[in-house]
């Protein structure tokens, strides 16, 4: 069993930033690569970014590139996701979320584990 646990979400304005971070406990933590996903009210749960175990590699919804960034800590059993220029579209629980194999994949039902979410909301 993996634990997830996400922080730093908050109400920001447009033109903002935040960090998110995802703190892990349980098996070992780069032994999983780690992906973000967010969910707005009456929508559904969208990738939003990747990142390998090794935190060599990166993937992006096109939504997000170029804005976002997220990266990872296997010493301190970490990923974060930095988001700058936030817009009021990005409005939405984030949520974290582990999967064991080598792939990124964008699909929410191949993530084994998921933390609680973390609530952003961006004000226009």
């Known amino acids: 069993q993996v634990q997830l646990v996400e922080s730093g979400g908050g109400l920001v304005q447009a033109g903002g930033s935040l960090r998110l971070s995802c703190a892990a406990s349980g098996r070992t933590f780069s032994n999983y690569v780690m992906g973000w996903f967010r969910q707005a009210p009456g929508k559904e749960r969208e990738f939003v970014a990747a990142?390998?175990?090794?935190?060599?590699?990166?993937y992006y919804a096109d939504s997000v590139k170029g804005r976002f960034t997220i990266s990872r800590d296997n010493a301190r059993n970490t990923v974060y996701l930095q988001m700058n220029n936030l817009k009021p579209e990005d409005t939405a629980v984030y949520y974290c979320a582990a999967r064991g194999g080598f792939a990124w994949v964008v699909t929410p039902s191949e993530y084994a584990y998921w933390g609680q979410g973390t609530q952003v909301t961006v004000s226009s």
């Open positions: 990142i390998n175990r090794s935190g060599s590699s990166t």
